[in-house]
């Protein structure tokens, strides 16, 4: 997918992740979370599954995490990307 | 023994939050909700947070149930896509007149099923009853289809279109009746409507005594501190276990004395009544014993 404008998703309350997305030539992925050291690796692994999955080659992602589940990353993410690319209309099977 | 249906939590479908830690709180269902509870601007968020929430396994054990935006907006469709293809065990449709909107609703979900590769008719539905022609109809409507496990009173909507207001239950005894016998005419559950004071822990215990009473299965509930106060009131008694047992037992001697009738302190015991009491001890199993 690409993506052709910025967007948000998600919040910055306990348990959820705010993700900021916006048009770039490369792929670049910030992650600030309060748990980095315990879950920096697996967040980042999260985040970069859920992005391949949409194909998303070119973006600059930044991500303020407040604890989030794996799930809720993938929802945020997803929702970000497709807000950014601007899709109507969602293949669910590349969300799972 | 039959699916228990006393608590049923509503969650909005757009907190994170909530939606990471309500299993833990152990209602009989939970309700994600992606209609009034979510803003017109997190509409597709919500939606995609509540298709991952329905596959994580934490909710794999409890019934989960999504209130879907009615399938006149531009929403409805995209919520039902959603939440049949994640697995939703019950969809619950708001505003329900009319048996036509159920049909609408189940030729969709039929569509999906096949699509997704999901047994056909595995999903089910919960009408949601919230005007004065959906009462009305209310019969109809909980005969209309066999995806339908019950029919759910909501009471702001239809106190509104009743011209009138929440108050101390009389707004709703018609429409409390009308839904419950229509339920138990088609062989299906009926909920009751949420208490959103959740501070009036005297007020709410008052509504579930009369709804438990007219033989409602149980009520949609908008605070996990209500669901422990719901059960409880749902418990048997002490007395009533003790009883039920006598029955039980006086009912099993009766048959090895291949008796025709039996009694029980004096009382006749009948087919009704030995019915009952099992259904008392299948609620204690559940349940436990009233505090």
């Known amino acids: 997918m690409k993506i052709v404008k910025e967007a948000l998703a998600g919040t910055v309350e306990s348990s959820d992740l705010l993700v900021k997305i916006a048009p770039a030539s490369e792929l670049t992925v910030i992650i600030n979370s309060e748990v980095i050291k315990q879950f920096g690796d697996q967040i980042r692994s999260v985040v970069n599954e859920t992005l391949s999955a949409l194909s998303v080659t070119e973006g600059l992602l930044i991500i303020e995490d407040k604890g989030a589940l794996d799930c809720v990353i993938r929802a945020r993410v997803q929702s970000a990307v497709m ?9 669910w099977e590349t969300l799972r | 023994m039959k699916k228990l249906r006393r608590s049923m939590l509503f969650l909005p479908g757009a907190s994170a939050a909530m939606l990471s830690t ?14 009034d509870a979510v803003s017109l601007r997190e509409k597709d968020t919500a939606r995609i947070l509540v298709f991952h929430a329905l596959q994580h396994p934490m909710y794999r054990d409890i019934e ?24 939703v065990d019950v969809v619950r449709l708001p505003k329900t007149d009319t048996p036509e ?19 056909v008719g595995s ?6 009853i919230e005007s004065a022609i ?14 339908l496990i019950g029919i759910a009173l909501a009471a702001f909507d239809y106190v509104m279109d009743m011209q009138t207001e929440r108050g101390d239950g009389t707004e709703l005894f018609y429409a409390r009746c009308a839904v419950l016998h229509a339920a138990r005419a088609a062989g299906i559950d009926a909920f009751d409507v949420v208490y959103s004071d959740i501070n009036d822990e005297a007020g709410f215990l008052r509504e579930v005594e009369l709804i438990r009473k007219m033989g409602f299965n149980g009520k949609s509930l908008i605070n996990p501190r209500q669901i ?10 002490r007395e009533d276990v003790d009883y039920a047992k006598r029955v039980i037992a006086a009912a099993e001697e009766g048959e090895r004395k291949g ?13 009704p009544i030995i019915n009952h009491a099992q259904v008392v001890l299948e609620r204690a199993s559940a349940s436990g014993i009233r505090r």
């Open chain 1, 83 to 91: 807000r950014a690319a601007q899709a109507e209309e969602i293949n």
């Open chain 2, 22 to 35: 309500a299993f833990i709180y152990r209602p009989d269902s939970i309700m994600f909700d992606l209609e």
């Open chain 2, 64 to 87: 989960t149930v999504v209130r879907i935006n009615q399938l006149s907006t531009p929403f409805g469709l995209k919520d039902l896509e959603a939440v049949v293809r994640a697995g």
């Open chain 2, 101 to 119: 909107d159920i049909f609408e609703l189940e030729a969709h979900i039929g569509r999906i099923e096949k699509e997704c590769g999901r047994e």
């Open chain 2, 123 to 128: 999903t089910k539905i919960m009408a949601a």
């Open chain 2, 134 to 147: 959906g009462v009305i109809n209310a019969v109809a409507i909980a005969r209309c289809s066999p995806r």
């Open chain 2, 228 to 237: 422990e106060l719901l059960h409880n009131a749902y418990a048997p008694t």
């Open chain 2, 259 to 271: 008796l025709g009738v039996i009694s029980l302190n004096g009382k006749m015991i009948d087919g």
